[in-house]
């Protein structure tokens, strides 16, 4: 992933960003340890961006679409009320294993409930059921279905609610993108700000985060 800012002023930003507690500094080193593609894992700065974003708006049932080792689902469950619900969806047993065992280890993991098996399909059936389901939408996953992904997820999404897409920037290659992944992230960024549906801005936060609002 491209660093858009300077060594020093990426480390000045950790360092005046509240640090979460102990364990998510061990959820970090497990997982460069012992998973692929470590640097897919949320830090401490956007952790706490999706954390405070959650306290702000009140969630209180959050979905989250790409798990990985648990980093970003553990930082947004720790706003959630006692009786909150984050659901989290991916395909990949071990790195969810991860996630499980750390989950397990708070008092709020018995928030949290992982889905394995496609997005799309769990999304689905999630559609099936009556009216809005989450105050707050955090997609994360395999980057070529970011526009399916967020068609499926915005209907499930309370009006006011936040929607936040990462890696909205892809390195910079959105800029003129020539692989799938880059092209779907372009064509992600496109369809949300054309939506008459939602209110958004694209920050640049790590490798961007695309936050939208439901109107």
């Known amino acids: ?14 360092e ?6 102990p364990i998510f500094d061990e959820l970090r080193e497990r997982t460069y340890a012992e998973v692929s593609s470590p640097q897919m894992q949320v830090g ?11 306290f702000a708006i009140g969630a209180r049932r959050i979905l989250e679409i790409g798990t990985f080792t648990g980093f970003s689902g553990l930082s947004m469950a720790e706003a959630l009320p006692d009786d909150g619900e984050l659901i989290t969806c991916d395909i990949d047993p071990k790195a969810t294993a991860i ?4 989950f397990d280890r708070t008092p709020h993991g018995k ?16 559609t099936a059921q009556a009216g809005p389901l989450f105050d707050m939408v955090f997609l994360d996953a395999d980057k070529a279905h970011y526009p399916a992904y967020y068609e499926a997820a915005l209907p499930l ?18 800029l003129a993108p020539q692989t799938t992944d880059a092209k779907a992230i372009a064509t992600f960024n496109d369809l949300v700000t054309r939506d008459p549906r939602v209110d958004n801005v694209l920050l640049p936060v790590r490798d961007g985060i695309m936050l939208v609002r439901k109107k």
């Open 111 to 126: 928030k949290i409930r992982i889905v394995l098996g496609p997005a799309l399909e769990t999304l689905a059936t999630l």
């Open 16 to 21: 005046h960003t509240r640090a979460p507690s």
């Open 1 to 14: 992933m491209k660093a858009f800012l300077a060594p020093e002023l990426e480390a000045y930003l950790h």
């Open 44 to 54: 401490r700065v956007e952790g706490a961006l999706l954390r405070n974003l959650a």
């Open 99 to 102: 996630a499980r065992s750390f």
């Open 157 to 174: 999404l309370r009006q006011g609610g936040l929607l936040l897409g990462d890696n909205a920037l892809w390195s910079g290659e959105v």
